[in-house]
């Protein structure tokens, strides 16, 4: 028995080791690059980076990259049409060396913690949509001052972005990133299937009151003859589902108000504190007991069950990232498949107290791109991404080559969607190549918007223009604070889950208890987290009045 | 050759001499032991070395050693903080409800697979029961959610064709507290019949013929024979389990879980997870980390003594 036993013994002994050294394992190495960027990065011994290419030598430029899991064949993540482009037309010239290093879009922050830990494995271009990240980076000195070497290297850069959009990535005073810039605000657009309420022979609602009542209809009525699977109002514990509901109940607020209640988590506004979002609450549980809502929206985290219904026609409304539904093999393509005779037409439905359709809209800044300290190759980095502003660049990164991937059209790149698989492969992931840019650029607001229309297929483009009209109207603008609110970066990720365990909550509480549901589940969020934020918030109100 | 050495070393100063022929004469069994000793150094003790985050506001881009000394500031934030009383109490009523639920269950499972008497039958029922240890809880998941769903999840769809009210094993606490335990067993109790099964076989056939001789029927036999014959296996296992009560994997909980339980599925593995590699906290995530350890440790002495005065069988 004796040896067993001894094995025995030595198991739950590792596993009490285990759970202590979980954590510590990845970071336990991090002290020997500490400050000491000197040393780090494989070509040290040609001394400072100030001019590789004049002194002849080659270095290398590891620039992070979004991995989708999407390459096409030929291409890899890191050998694509896109990269070899970049290599020959930016780094070759230059002398750099380019290298990609992919991090799984899924994983993205943690991935990045443990790079930004490692110190001398981590790319010299790094970048986050997650403002909390970047402000922790920040506070904890680990991102080279850009500054002069925007000053020095990067005038088309600034050109591109414009002092509104380099302000985002300000902190205090020192220019720690440069924030990608957004083409188009928009966010969401509502939809409903005309077709529907044509057999009904109801008008399209214009009031949040008025889409109740149809709701009611679709679920009585069933005019898709779902045989009672019908699902009135699809809908996920995904901001593009659950925003557009909450924010328009949001009633008009001072901006103190804006200022103050409003909880920043991540990369987007929430409106827990402002007034309305109580009754926004209410009426999302009422939704749900009269069974007009996803009866499982709570396990609906990536829209996949939502994206399902709506493709098996059973979703009568929804609300939706605006573009979403109109890609090629998208949503409504596929819905055509099951149902040829389905409408799925963009609406502004959801109305508040003042009769406006209120809903949120993206900050002008797309991601924070960062250089870490460690990097030795910060002038290059800044080169890089000063090449990548320029307009004939952006334009190919882009869009491919012309004549093969697109026309010009009056200024307007037209993309040509009948061009062979391999040449519409060439870009597939233009997007995450070019950092600096969410959606394309092409000049002016317009022509970027006629641009992105012109990417889809033309038989959707009338309702892509019109959901993106939508997804513009009646906005609230995100508030720009000049100073990070620490509460926001240290609670920011955990107050998410538990904002939305608070809908979950109060949504599907019984009638009776959704004032005590909503009460114990507020009380969690501000314990957690939200006390703190709004203290925070209302000092620096004070202060910067 | 072996035997020359064994004769010439038996002689003298046995007590300085034993240490290194043992090594000369079982090298490769020593040998053996290197890989699993360097694993334990390696990927055990040398990250112990990185506790000391808990005492440290750590910064990455500092690193451990060039962190600055906080004392007990980051256990104070952690035994103030709601979530982990809440994380701490779910951890303890899902591992306690586990160790009712699916610690007999193996058992129990063995002493069935052992009364078999057909082997082809034993053999097919051993395979199909091991098969559930082998595949990961993210796709477990993924099935659950297919089969109990309650829009959509195979077994409401047919409660509601039979026209009663769905059940929301998925999205009530209580429920899921059912969903998560009987997937916990399907998942574990084949492969945990394993030890049972091994140490079935060490009891001497001749007690069981003996017994049924004597006239004792199949339950007398199970009673009076095979558990007492498993005695040392349950207590070892039961150890180790209560070893465990604190940790908790983090796969199930995660997987299973979802907005509306969190109430009951956020433990503290998801949060270590939430608040060490979400929000890059990782001092906080250390010393709830930490904690684990010391109290697993307590535990595990714990049950040993307990078991060593109750049954003579311990582990330690």
Redesign the interface.
């Known amino acids: 028995m004796a040896p067993k036993m001894t094995k025995a013994a030595s198991l739950s002994l590792a596993a009490v080791l285990a759970s202590m050294s979980l954590l510590s394992a990845c970071s336990s190495n991090s002290n020997s690059d500490a400050g000491n960027a000197g040393s780090g990065g494989g070509s040290a011994s040609a001394g400072t980076a100030s001019s590789p290419a004049a002194s002849g030598k080659q270095v290398t430029l590891k620039v992070e990259l979004f991995d989708r899991g999407n390459s096409p064949s030929p291409y890899t993540i890191t050998n694509s049409y896109l990269t070899k482009y970049i290599q020959d037309n930016f780094g070759t010239p230059n002398n750099i060396k380019m290298e990609f290093v992919p991090v799984p879009r899924s994983e993205e922050i943690k991935k990045l913690n443990v790079l930004m830990a490692s110190g001398s494995d981590v790319p010299d271009i790094v970048f986050t949509y997650d403002s909390a990240t970047f402000n922790r980076y920040a506070q904890q000195g680990g991102l080279t001052d850009l500054t002069d070497l925007l000053n020095e290297h990067g005038s088309n850069l600034k050109a591109f972005l414009g002092e509104d959009t380099l302000a985002y990535g300000n902190f205090e005073g020192k220019q720690l990133a440069i924030p990608g810039k957004r083409s188009i605000l928009g966010k969401y657009a509502s939809f409903i299937r005309t077709d529907w309420l044509d057999a009904l022979g109801m008008k399209v609602p214009t009031t949040t009151q008025e889409l109740y009542d149809t709701l009611k209809a679709f679920k009585e009525k069933d005019p898709g003859k779902t045989g009672g699977k019908v699902i009135p109002y699809g809908m996920t514990i995904e901001p593009a589902q659950y925003d557009p509901l909450i924010w328009s109940f949001i009633q008009p607020t001072t901006d103190e108000q804006r200022f103050t209640l409003t909880q920043k988590l991540g990369s987007n506004e929430y409106p827990t504190l402002l007034p309305g979002f109580k009754d926004a609450l209410q009426f999302f549980n009422k939704l749900y007991n009269e069974g007009l809502i996803s009866k499982d929206f709570g396990l609906d985290k990536d829209k996949k069950q939502m994206t399902q219904d709506v493709q098996n026609g059973v979703v009568g409304f929804l609300t939706e990232d605006y573009p979403n539904l109109y890609y090629a093999e998208g949503t409504y393509e596929n819905l055509l498949k099951t149902v040829p005779t389905a409408k799925l037409d963009p609406v502004d439905v959801l109305t508040n107290s003042e009769g406006k359709h209120a809903k949120p809209e993206y900050a002008p800044n797309g991601m924070y791109i960062m250089i870490p300290k460690s990097s030795e190759r910060a002038a290059e980095a800044v080169k890089y991404l000063d090449w990548m502003a320029q307009t004939e660049n952006m334009l190919a990164l882009q869009n491919g080559v012309e004549g093969e991937n697109y026309e010009m059209k009056d200024g307007i790149p037209i993309v040509k969607t009948d061009a062979p698989q391999d040449v519409i492969d060439r870009i597939y992931n233009y997007g995450d190549i070019v950092i600096l840019a969410n959606g394309k650029f092409t000049g002016d607001e317009e022509k970027n918007k006629q641009a992105f229309a012109a990417g889809f297929p033309p038989a959707y483009q009338e309702n892509l223009r019109k959901a993106l009209d939508i997804s513009v109207a009646d906005t609230f603008k995100p508030v720009l604070i000049d100073r990070p609110i620490e509460a926001e970066s240290k609670y920011g990720t955990a107050l998410q889950d538990k904002y939305e365990e608070m809908i979950v909550k109060a949504a599907t509480a019984k009638p009776a208890n959704f004032e005590s549901a909503y009460e114990s589940a507020l009380k969690d969020y501000m314990q957690s987290g939200g006390q703190a934020i709004q203290d925070e918030r209302t000092k620096v109100y004070q202060e910067t009045k | 050759m072996e035997a020359a050495l064994y004769s010439r070393s038996a002689g003298e100063e046995i007590g300085i001499m034993r240490g290194t022929v043992y090594l000369r004469r079982y090298w490769q069994l020593y040998a053996l032991l290197v890989l699993p000793l360097a694993y334990?150094v390696l990927?055990?003790?040398?990250?112990?070395?990185?506790?000391q985050?808990a005492f440290k506001d750590?910064?990455?881009?500092?690193?451990?050693?060039?962190s600055e000394w906080i004392g007990l500031d980051a256990f104070r934030e952690v035994f103030h903080?709601?979530?982990f009383f809440k994380t701490l109490r779910n951890t303890l009523m899902l591992n306690i409800l586990d160790l009712i639920v699916s610690f007999p269950a193996p058992l129990i499972l063995a002493i069935m697979l052992f009364e078999v008497k057909f082997q082809w039958f034993k053999r097919l029922s051993q395979t199909i029961l091991y098969i559930p240890h082998f595949i990961s809880w993210v796709i477990i998941g993924g099935i659950v959610?297919q089969v109990f769903?309650?829009?959509?999840g195979m077994i409401n769809n047919f409660i509601v064709s039979l026209g009663f009210e769905?059940i929301p094993f998925?999205?009530d606490k209580n429920h899921w507290l059912f969903t998560y335990l009987a997937t916990g067993v399907w998942q574990s109790a084949g492969w945990g019949t394993i030890l049972y099964l091994a140490a079935l076989t060490g009891i001497n056939r001749d007690l069981f013929e003996a017994a049924e001789v004597d006239g004792a029927g199949r339950f007398k036999r199970i009673w009076h024979i095979t558990l007492p014959g498993l005695k040392?296996t349950i207590a070892?296992l039961l150890?180790?389990n209560l070893?465990?009560m604190i940790?908790i994997g983090f796969d199930r909980p995660f997987v299973i879980g979802?907005?509306?339980v969190?109430d009951y599925s956020d433990v503290l593995s998801t949060y270590?997870y939430?608040?060490?590699?979400?929000?890059?906290?990782?001092t906080l995530?250390?010393v709830v980390?930490?904690f684990?350890?010391v109290v697993?440790?307590v535990f595990?002495l714990g049950a040993n003594f307990a078991s060593k005065k109750l049954t003579d069988e311990?582990?330690?």
């Open positions: 334990f990927f055990k003790y040398g990250p112990m070395w990185g506790v985050i750590f910064n990455f881009f500092q690193g451990i050693a060039g903080s709601h979530d959610y769903g309650t829009q959509s769905p998925l999205t040392t070892t150890i180790i070893g465990n940790a979802n907005k509306m969190m270590v939430r608040t060490g590699l979400e929000s890059g906290q990782y995530a250390t980390g930490l684990q350890a697993g440790l595990v311990g582990i330690l």
